[in-house]
């Protein structure tokens, strides 16, 4: 069973910096795409960034330029680095890693989820 363990979560005021870790129980390249899902309170969980098996990158455009996702194969660990942190970044984060395609079949697999507070 694929597990996925989340750590680096917390408070911060608006304009600092963390970094989410999200460390698999297998290895990361096992999966097709990894990403990071936000659900802030009173709101649907929305997919902030995604990364393919490739390497390739994509964002919801409110976190452009701000999130930065990646990966280390070595350590079975995605990222998270969140920079010039806002109040509306505040919610639960939650690490996702997806295997298979929308043609065969899809597997979701979910971390915990960890708070990130964002205030002054």
């Known amino acids: 069973q694929v597990q996925l363990v989340e750590s680096g979560g917390g408070w911060v005021q608006p304009g600092g910096s963390l970094r989410l870790s999200c460390a698999a129980s297998?290895?990361?390249?096992?999966?097709?795409?990894m990403g990071w899902y936000q659900q802030a309170p009173g709101k649907q969980r929305e997919l902030v960034a995604v990364m393919t098996r490739g390497g390739s990158r994509n964002y919801v455009e409110h976190v452009k330029g701000r999130f930065t996702i990646s990966g280390d194969n070595a350590k079975n660990t995605v990222y998270l680095q969140m920079n010039s942190l806002k109040p509306e970044d505040t919610a639960v984060y939650y690490c996702?890693?997806?295997?298979?395609?929308?043609?065969?079949?899809?597997?979701?697999?979910w971390g915990q989820g960890t708070q990130v507070t964002v205030s002054s």
């Open positions: 996702n890693a997806r295997s298979g395609t929308t043609g065969w079949g899809i597997n979701d697999y």
């Open positions: 297998t290895n990361i390249g096992n999966f097709n795409a």
